[in-house]
């Protein structure tokens, strides 16, 4: 997941790249103030991920797991997630998930030292999901009950029949978990594996959807109640062979450069790092509708080159351009 979520400018560099970080620290913040909604906390925290650390203190990993797993994502652009929306069984998942992460570890460290065992599909169908194989799921308490969740509401999208989870305790026994368990006998010990059965499905339609909410903007600034940032990702989205300065977009939406700089810092972003997130949004779309030459992409996306869109994408989601390309056009396995 996300670091602890805040307001700053999101052109600082973050260590799991900035399309990453802005889209799960916006999950974590309307996730916490939901689980304050929800759940009589005894205190109130400031840090999102410390309101997830007490909620699985006072109430145990079940009730971490239920509230992710219904929560399910929120609308905005996450690559992982796009990547797995595309998904057309489980199967397809589980490589796609274990290519993300290994290619991200090459980025981030300059080696593939993240194993692909913290997840695989075992010849029955069922999925084995390892969260203390995985980084950050190992790094906090709850980790393995956030993962668990996310990773339930997802393949409830493939498998909308329903998942049936287990909890495999090291050196312990498996135990069911559904809506009869009781929230102190599943744990979600740091160690336990998650076995999780899908019920058969038949494959997704093949058609990809070009409407998709993992490309929206939406936890940026709440653009869609503002017609100012209407117009101006719109505009943004019109332009192609290079950087439109922020003079030209000013002018366009009759604004001084000032006013519309001001605009965007109160809603914690600058327009050099929307711009960023404008092309590769575009950049993305055009990916995943099947454009296959890399030059047009830059070119349309309003990159200077396909260079300098390689080097954003490493930056912003921690995985090449090529790479997404090609993951897309596999054939699910």
């Known amino acids: 997941m996300g670091g602890q979520a805040n307001n700053s400018d999101r052109s600082v560099n973050k260590p799991m790249g900035e399309a990453y970080s802005a889209y799960w620290d916006m999950w974590l913040q309307k996730g916490a103030l939901a689980v304050h909604t929800q759940f009589d906390l005894t205190t109130k925290t400031a840090s999102p991920l ?20 219904q929560q399910g994502a929120i609308n905005g652009l996450d690559v992982p997630s796009l990547l797995f929306s595309s998904a057309k069984t489980p199967a397809d998942l589980v490589h796609k998930w274990q290519q993300i992460t290994q290619a991200q570890s090459e980025i981030r460290f300059g080696s593939k030292n993240s194993s692909a065992d913290f997840v695989h599909l075992l010849p029955s169908g069922e999925l084995v999901l390892s969260p203390s194989r995985i980084r950050p799921a190992n790094l906090s308490r709850f980790g393995a009950a956030m993962l668990t969740g996310v990773m339930a509401h997802t393949l409830q999208q493939l498998s909308p029949a329903g998942v049936t989870i287990f909890e495999a305790v090291k050196a312990g026994s498996t135990r069911s978990l559904d809506n009869t368990t009781s929230r ?7 160690s336990s594996d998650i076995i999780i059965r899908c019920v058969d499905a038949a494959p997704k339609d093949a058609s990809r959807n070009k409407s998709t909410p993992y490309l929206h903007l939406n936890h940026l600034f709440n653009h869609q109640n503002h017609p100012l940032f209407r117009q101006l990702v719109h505009f943004l989205d019109q332009q192609s062979g290079g950087h439109t300065s922020i003079d030209e977009t000013a002018f366009h939406l009759g604004l001084s450069v000032r006013t519309l700089s001001r605009r965007l810092h109160i809603n914690g972003i600058s327009y050099g790092s929307l711009t960023r997130f404008v092309r590769l949004r575009k950049a993305l779309l055009l990916l995943f509708v099947g454009t ?13 080159d396909r260079h300098h869109m390689a080097r954003d994408f490493r930056q912003m989601v921690q995985l090449s351009p090529t790479f997404l390309r090609d993951l897309l056009q596999q054939n699910p396995v």
């Open 50 to 69: 410390d309101t997830f650390d007490q909620l699985y203190e006072q109430y145990g990993g079940k009730a971490v797991f239920d509230f992710v797993a």
């Open 292 to 304: 296959p030459q890399m030059d047009d992409i830059a070119f349309a996306a309003n990159y200077a």
């Open 184 to 190: 102190a006998d599943i744990g979600f010990d740091a």
